[in-house]
C-alpha cells in the first residue's frame, strides 16, 4: 500500500509556527504513524498571512458561529481566515487526503470543545476551530481526530482503521472502476464493517447485492458513504465478540473439542475485559493460516492495519 495521505496541524510536527514561536511536536505521530502516512502540513495562523510570533487569539461569541479576535488588542481576524480557509480547503481537493490530524484546543485548529467567550469574558467549551470547521464541512466523509483524543487506544484504533480503509477504498477504484471491485472489496471488508455496526453490515449487504442495477458512480458514492459512516461508529467488546464467535463457526470441521472451547474461552475473557482483543485475533490468524481458511484469510478485520503500531495491545 502506498503511504497514506493526512493532512496535519503543522506544530505537531514539530515546525516553530505557534504564537510564542514554539511547537507541539508529537512523536507518535511523527515516529510511530508517520512511517506509514505522508503529511500535509498546515498551520492556518500562518498561511493566512500572520506572524511567527504573534499575539495569541481565541474565539469569541456565538459558539455556532464565533469570531476570531486576538486576546490583547481585539483585532477580528475571523474574515481573513475564512477567505484564506475556504480557498485552501477547494486546493486540497487535489490533494487525496485520507484524514487530518488537528491540534486540539486552538481557536484555529481544534476540531471540538475549543473555548469560546462570551461578553463577559466567560468560557464555554463548546466551539470548533475556524479553519478545522471549514475543513470538516467541506470534507464531511473524511476521518479527522486532534492529538490529545489520539492517545484514548480506541479512539487511536478507530481513527487508524478508518484512513488505512479509505486508502484501500481508493486504490481499489484507482485499480479498476467497475461493480466486481466493489464486491470484492466488500467481501473483504465484511466482518470490520460488522464488528463497528451491524446495521450497516446489512444495508451495505443489501446494496452490493443490488450493484448490477444502479448507475456504478451512484454505487461509489452510496457505498463510500455508507463505509465512512460505519467504520466511525465504535466497535465495543460485544461487538467484537460477536464477530470472532462467527469466525469460529468456519473451523467447525477442524478443531477439536478443546480446542474451541479454548477459543470460545479466550474470546470470553476478552469479552470481560480481561486480556486485550489482539489475543484473541492472533489465536484466530493462527487458525485461519494452519487450516488455510480462504473466507477468513481475506478478511481485512484480522488485519486491518499494520500489527507494529499495537493498536489491539490495548482495546
Ligand atoms: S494549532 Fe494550528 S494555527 Fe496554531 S500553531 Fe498549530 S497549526 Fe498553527
Same mark, same amino acid.
Given at each position: ?13 514539530? %515546525? ?8 507541539? @511536536? ?14 500535509? !502540513? ?13 499575539? $495569541? ?48 484546543? $486552538? ?15 466567560? !468560557? ?6 475556524? #479553519? ?19 492517545? +484514548?487506544?480506541? @479512539? ?18 484507482? %485499480? ?8 470484492? #472489496? ?43 459512516? $460505519? ?19 468456519? #473451523? ?5 473439542? +478443546? ?57
Amino acid at each position: 500500500m502506498e503511504k497514506i495521505k493526512l493532512g496535519i496541524s503543522a506544530c505537531l510536527l514539530g %515546525e516553530n509556527v505557534r504564537y510564542d514561536g514554539g511547537h507541539k @511536536l508529537d512523536r507518535f505521530l511523527t515516529d510511530t504513524l508517520g512511517q506509514y502516512v505522508e503529511y500535509v !502540513p498546515i498551520c492556518p495562523e500562518v498561511k493566512c498571512g500572520l506572524p511567527v510570533p504573534r499575539e $495569541s487569539m481565541h474565539l469569541e461569541g456565538d459558539p455556532d458561529s464565533p469570531r476570531l479576535v486576538t486576546i490583547r488588542t481585539k483585532q477580528d481576524m475571523t474574515d481573513r481566515m475564512v477567505r484564506w480557509a475556504m480557498k485552501r480547503v477547494a486546493e486540497l481537493e487535489k490533494e487525496d487526503l485520507c484524514g487530518f490530524i488537528f491540534k486540539s484546543d $486552538s481557536p484555529s485548529s481544534g476540531m471540538e470543545r475549543v473555548r469560546v467567550y462570551n461578553e463577559k469574558g466567560m !468560557p464555554v467549551k463548546k466551539g470548533v476551530g475556524m #479553519f478545522a470547521r471549514i475543513f470538516m464541512e467541506h470534507f464531511p466523509l473524511l476521518p479527522t481526530e486532534d492529538e490529545g483524543r489520539l492517545h +484514548d487506544p480506541k @479512539l487511536r484504533d478507530n481513527f487508524i482503521e478508518r484512513i488505512f480503509a479509505l486508502r484501500r477504498w481508493r486504490e481499489a477504484l484507482e %485499480e479498476k472502476e467497475s461493480r466486481g471491485n466493489v464486491v470484492d #472489496f466488500h467481501t473483504k471488508h465484511k466482518l470490520l464493517i460488522l464488528s463497528h455496526s451491524p446495521k450497516h453490515y446489512q444495508t451495505m449487504g443489501k446494496l452490493v447485492a443490488k450493484a448490477k442495477d444502479l448507475p456504478l458512480k451512484e454505487l461509489y458514492q452510496k457505498y463510500q458513504t455508507l463505509l465512512m459512516e $460505519s467504520l466511525y461508529l465504535k466497535t465495543s467488546p460485544k461487538k467484537n465478540a460477536n464477530v470472532l464467535q462467527h469466525m469460529t463457526g468456519y #473451523f467447525k470441521e477442524q478443531l477439536s473439542s +478443546d480446542e474451541k472451547q479454548e477459543l470460545l474461552e479466550v474470546i470470553d475473557f476478552y469479552r470481560k475485559g480481561y486480556i486485550p482483543l489482539i489475543v484473541p485475533v492472533t489465536l484466530i490468524n493462527h487458525y485461519v493460516r494452519k487450516y488455510d481458511q480462504p473466507y477468513l484469510k481475506q478478511q481485512i478485520y484480522l488485519n486491518p492495519h499494520p500489527l507494529e503500531l499495537q493498536l489491539r495491545n490495548h482495546v
